[in-house]
Nanobody, 117 residues
Framework: QVQLVESGGGLVPPGGSLRLSCKAS????????MRWMRQFVGKQPELVAE???????NYPVALKGRFTISRDNIENIIYLQMDNLQPDDTAVYSC???????????WGQGTQVTVSS
């Protein structure tokens, strides 16, 4: 069973930064695509960033430049560095792992990010 535990959310003023962490129970280098997703109230989850097993990353055009996904291969942690946060970034941020072998997808419980003065 894959377990993902996020941390690092909280309240931040506009223009501020946060770094989210996702501790995984799997070897994140081996056969999984790791993603950060976010969900606004009443909306479907949307992609924030994804990191392929080989190490390359992909971002939606609207978020490129402000959000950065990275990983710690030893501790199996996925990070999301978020800069110049704005109130529209307020959402629940979740980590997911999708098996490149069978397509199964696993989710963490999510962490709330609130951007407000």
């Amino acid at each position: 069973q894959v377990q993902l535990v996020e941390s690092g959310g909280g309240l931040v003023p506009p223009g501020g930064s946060l770094r989210l962490s996702c501790k995984a129970s799997i070897d994140i280098r081996s056969g999984y695509t790791m993603r950060w997703m976010r969900q606004f109230v009443g909306k479907q989850p949307e992609l924030v960033a994804e990191l392929y097993a080989g190490g390359s990353a992909n971002y939606p055009v609207a978020l490129k430049g402000r959000f950065t996904i990275s990983r710690d291969n030893i501790e199996n942690i996925i990070y999301l560095q978020m800069d110049n946060l704005q109130p529209d970034d307020t959402a629940v941020y979740s980590c997911s792992a999708q098996s490149n072998y069978n397509g199964l997808r696993y989710w963490g419980q999510g962490t709330q990010v609130t951007v407000s003065s």
